[in-house]
């Protein structure tokens, strides 16, 4: 285990029905590591330690952090967690993980589902500072209501010329794109030569945008994944 902090909760935002926002406050720590990396928060219940990994949405270099968090119903650490208010101390890891942006001069496409955004926000704010290419944001989720950090992507888009975003929906019938994000990546990119793609969500879309990268000619070593949500909770 990395070393362990102790954290304040500083604020808490209801995101939409079921994401909330945290800004953790480090007393005296300033948190070092990857756009994309991701802690593991530490408590115990019922005379168990529970340690869950969650990952930071904000830059590092600072004494803060923040997480966007899902709550499960039946969710261990997401219900404990949504139970959180102003003032409470947390324990956080240092973060850590393989998930970070690899070249800031490549054209980049983030493809997300769900709470896999949360790498792709860190990433994608490293990558309008540092980077100097092409980003186009990808994220799919049910129905509108259901899509985190809108505000923020579309403010990016609206300040980046080498920024787009695209939003699709498997559940709602909108002007938008529909159906599975990972069928719409050739709609929107010019080609796939030379872009590094960065794929975070359900075990499922991250094999199956996998997939459609390989057909389209896209090699291994330009696809960086992680897969966590769904019904095989992927470990490290
Ligand atoms: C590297 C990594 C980074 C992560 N970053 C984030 C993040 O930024 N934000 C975030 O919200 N989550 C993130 N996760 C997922 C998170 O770590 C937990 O797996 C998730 O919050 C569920 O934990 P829990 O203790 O609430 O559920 P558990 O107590 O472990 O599970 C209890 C029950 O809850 C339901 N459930 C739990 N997890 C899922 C799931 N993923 N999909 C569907 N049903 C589920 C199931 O019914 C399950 O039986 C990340 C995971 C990994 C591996």
């Known amino acids: 285990m990395s070393d362990t902090h ?11 029905p079921d994401v909330k926002q945290f800004v953790l406050e480090a007393d005296d720590h300033t948190f070092d590591f990857r756009p994309g990396q991701h802690t593991q928060i530490h408590f115990e219940q019922d005379g168990e330690e529970v340690v ?29 967690m949504h139970e959180r208010s102003p003032g409470d101390a947390i324990t956080v890891e240092e973060l850590d993980g393989n998930l970070y942006l690899r070249d800031p001069d490549s054209d980049v496409a983030f493809v997300a589902t769900g709470t896999g955004i949360t790498p792709m926000m860190a990433m994608c704010k490293q990558y309008l500072e540092e980077g100097s290419g092409d980003a186009h ?5 049910k129905d509108e209501a259901h899509v985190v950090y809108r505000e923020t992507l579309d403010q990016f888009a609206a300040e980046n010329d080498d920024f787009d975003v695209t ?16 069928d719409h990546l050739a709609d929107h990119l010019d080609g796939f030569d030379g872009r590094d793609f960065y794929v ?9 945008t996998q997939d459609h990268l390989h057909e389209r000619g896209v090699d291994d070593d330009r696809i960086y994944t ?3 949500e769904g019904d095989e909770v992927a470990g490290e």
């Open 226 to 228: 992680e897969g966590w």
């Open 137 to 141: 944001f990808f994220f799919g989720e």
């Open 200 to 208: 975070c969500g359900v075990p499922g879309m991250v094999v199956e």
């Open 52 to 80: 869950r990994p969650y990952t930071a949405t904000s830059l590092p270099g600072t004494d803060r952090i923040t997480l966007a968090i899902k709550r499960y119903p039946d969710g261990t650490a997401s219900t404990w």
């Open 167 to 182: 939003y699709v929906l498997s559940d709602d019938d909108w002007a938008g794109d529909e159906g599975h994000v990972q």
């Open 6 to 16: 102790e954290v304040t909760v500083a604020s808490v935002h209801q995101m939409t």
